[in-house]
């Protein structure tokens, strides 16, 4: 064109133009999805389940026992060795409720048949890991859950269990 | 006849036109009926080349979109009130139980006619000639029906509710690096709980029938730029009838939509919407089962791991989206098999299917333990990577044995392949739906 060679700049006014609502229609797009997304995004990520979660007195739990908090979603379990150990309820393999069977001594899931022993660990696939736990602290005399972070693990490990 | 000496019946009740040129004007002056031509050819309203699936989806979607609103009027979407506003729905609401009825076997039958309706569009070679396009569209709208069932049954918040979203959403937790966001963003939390159910009734009552009714326009229309449904080409001389839409299609589509109505309204009205018991985040029920139509996925899941079993039916979708750019062979289009050759290995692969898909399955859940054979490797490879490499070999096998022995060309070959995997498909449903007990163990159904 005759005024891009006689003009200094290659860039035409109508060329600058086009750019300009490019670009700006690019930011707008983005803010658009942006703002979205922000609308939108999980309402609840952290501290679902009510956070601390007071579980009883160290004393209360007899070793080798099983304790289910149904609103906290856990299992409560006192090792056989002393120590204790919060597990998430929900399978590993696709998201169900496991449940404790004294008599197998196991947690089981009727989903997809996996289970798992007293302390997690993968018993019978297909879960692919150890079931979830939550931190346990333990303060003048009571156990304390902190279920607002869930902790994965691919195997149980003596260090997870926490002492009085 | 000219518009204006129309008698007020004729103009309300475009059919009853008496002559073929008004009957003509009348198709291409309305909004609904001009979706069609004003002629069609002959052989294209043969009852036995559409067995009208495409007209019956297009109802049902309707029957759906009708109930679906009235029952809004009805139904909370929140957890402490959903199950009792459809147990409301079910004693107390006058006809609360029938629209309900109608709503669910809709969309069951729905999955149905979808379904059978891509059998046919894929047998007789519906996506040659320029129609590619409109076979994509039609996979869009198969999943847009799948994504609305997959949200509406979530909404009466009983056990099948519960359980079936927990497990489909945990699933996508295992596609790398995105997958948890993602199951997160849609359920709103990190479990199943108000928010999802929030999201999902947005998604299922105003997302979902926006892009429904989008996209079913656009598959109208596209079939009427693409020339009308697919043919066998003529040959050269040969002259094919052509007959008005009024009354030649039109009263077939009354007629079978007529048909359909009164089949569901009498079913609806004998066998209501099952509801299970209420949802009990801690306890699923066992045997945790999906709706019936998400059986067949559900079986892979037990035989593989979960991210291959997601990434079969990924690619099998994949290849669906590229057969018009794989069968481009045109002269044998609106032929069922496309030739001889392709009805006898049509039916060769069904066989195959039928005596393969169980021997695997029993195989698989009494003797073959790969993780067990493979103890080095992580489950994902051992009992994942590994069974999804041999199912894809045994497919390309298949379509290979096809080319060879049976001299097929590429055309019929894909037939072969086609059918193998719809009937292994259906095979594994019938297998989830009916072999599967406690802790989904195979047992016998009687
Ligand atoms: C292709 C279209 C649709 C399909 C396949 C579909 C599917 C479903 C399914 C499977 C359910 C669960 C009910 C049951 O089976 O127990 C459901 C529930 C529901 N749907 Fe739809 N739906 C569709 C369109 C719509 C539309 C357009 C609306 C409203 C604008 C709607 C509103 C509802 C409501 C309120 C419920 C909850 C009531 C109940 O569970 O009975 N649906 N839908
Ligand atoms: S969800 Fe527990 S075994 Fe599948």
Redesign the pocket.
């Known amino acids: 064109m005759s005024e891009q060679t006689t003009e200094k700049t290659k860039l035409s006014r109508r060329d600058f133009l086009k750019l300009g609502v490019g670009a700006l229609s690019a930011l707008a797009v983005l803010e658009v999805s942006g703002a979205s997304l922000l609308f939108l995004q999980p309402r609840s990520l952290d501290g679902e389940f009510g956070g601390q979660v007071i579980a009883g007195l160290v004393d209360s739990f007899p070793p080798g026992s099983v304790v289910e908090f149904p609103d906290g979603r856990f299992y409560l379990i006192h090792a056989p060795d002393g120590g204790f150990l919060a597990v998430y309820r929900r399978c590993t393999h696709l998201g169900c409720s496991v449940s404790w069977e004294p008599a197998q001594n196991h947690f089981f899931c009727p989903c997809h048949a996996s289970s798992f022993d007293i302390v997690g660990d993968v018993e019978n696939p297909p879960a692919p890991r150890a079931l979830d736990t939550f931190p346990v602290h333990i303060d003048a005399g009571q156990v304390i859950v902190d279920t607002s972070s869930i902790q994965t693990r691919d195997n149980f490990a003596p260090d997870q269990l926490v002492y009085a | 006849m000219s518009e204006n000496n129309q008698t007020w019946r004729q103009r309300i009740f475009y059919t009853t036109q008496t002559d073929d040129r008004s009957r003509m004007r009348a198709v291409a002056n309305n909004l609904i009926l001009h979706l069609h031509p004003t002629k069609v050819p002959a052989p294209a309203l043969r009852w036995t080349y559409t067995w009208g699936l495409g007209g019956l989806s297009a109802t049902l ?1 309707l029957l ?2 009708i109930t ?2 009235i ?2 009027f009805r ?1 909370d979407a929140s957890v402490e009130r959903a199950y009792t506003s ?1 147990q409301y ?1 079910e004693t107390q609401v006058a006809f609360g139980s029938l629209v ?1 009825a109608l ?2 076997w ?3 039958l ?1 999955v149905v006619t979808a379904f059978l309706h891509l059998i046919r569009v894929f047998l007789t070679g519906g996506f040659k000639l320029g129609r590619s396009t409109n076979w994509i569209i039609g996979l869009v709208l198969l999943l ?2 799948v994504a ?2 997959f949200t ?2 979530l ?2 918040w009983d056990q099948l509710a519960y359980w079936a979203i927990t497990v489909g959403t945990s699933l996508l937790s295992y596609v790398p690096l995105v997958g948890t966001a993602v199951a997160n963003f849609l359920l709103g939390g990190p479990e199943v709980g108000q928010a999802a159910l929030r999201n999902f ?1 947005a998604i ?3 997302v ?2 926006a892009l ?1 009714v989008m996209m079913m326009s656009y598959h109208f229309w596209k079939v009427r730029k693409d020339g009308g449904i697919s043919q066998p080409p003529t040959e050269p001389g040969e002259r094919v009838e052509r007959l008005t839409t009024i009354p030649h299609l039109v009263q077939i589509e009354f007629a079978a939509a007529a048909v359909l109505i009164l089949g569901l309204f009498v079913w609806a009205a004998f066998v209501p ?3 299970e018991a209420l949802a009990d985040p801690s306890h699923p029920t066992n045997p945790a089962k999906a ?1 019936w139509y998400f059986l067949g996925l559900q079986e892979l899941l037990l035989h593989m791991h979960p991210l291959a079993a997601l990434l079969l039916p990924g690619i099998i979708l994949g290849a669906f989206v590229a057969i018009p750019y794989l069968d481009k062979q045109e002269d044998n289009i609106g032929r069922y098999f496309r030739s001889a050759v392709g009805k006898q290995i049509a039916l060769l692969a069904a066989l195959y299917a039928i005596g393969l898909i169980p021997l695997l399955v029993l195989l698989d859940e009494y003797w073959l333990d790969l993780p067990a054979l493979l103890p080095g490797l992580p489950t994902l490879i051992s009992n994942g990577l590994i069974p999804l490499a041999l199912t894809l070999g045994g497919l390309a096998a298949v379509y290979l044995l096809f080319r060879t022995t049976n001299k097929a060309n590429k055309s019929e070959a894909l037939v072969g392949l086609f059918v193998f995997v719809m009937v292994s498909l259906l095979l594994l449903t019938l297998i989830g739906i009916f072999f599967r007990g406690p802790n989904m163990a195979l047992v016998l159904p009687f």
Do not use: C, E, K, Q
């Open positions: 979607a759906l979109i679906g609103v029952l809004t139904y459809i729905l309900r709503h669910h809709s969309a069951n729905l847009i029906v609305f069932n509406g049954y909404l009466p009734y299922h009552v105003a979902l029938p429904l919407a099952p509801l709706a």
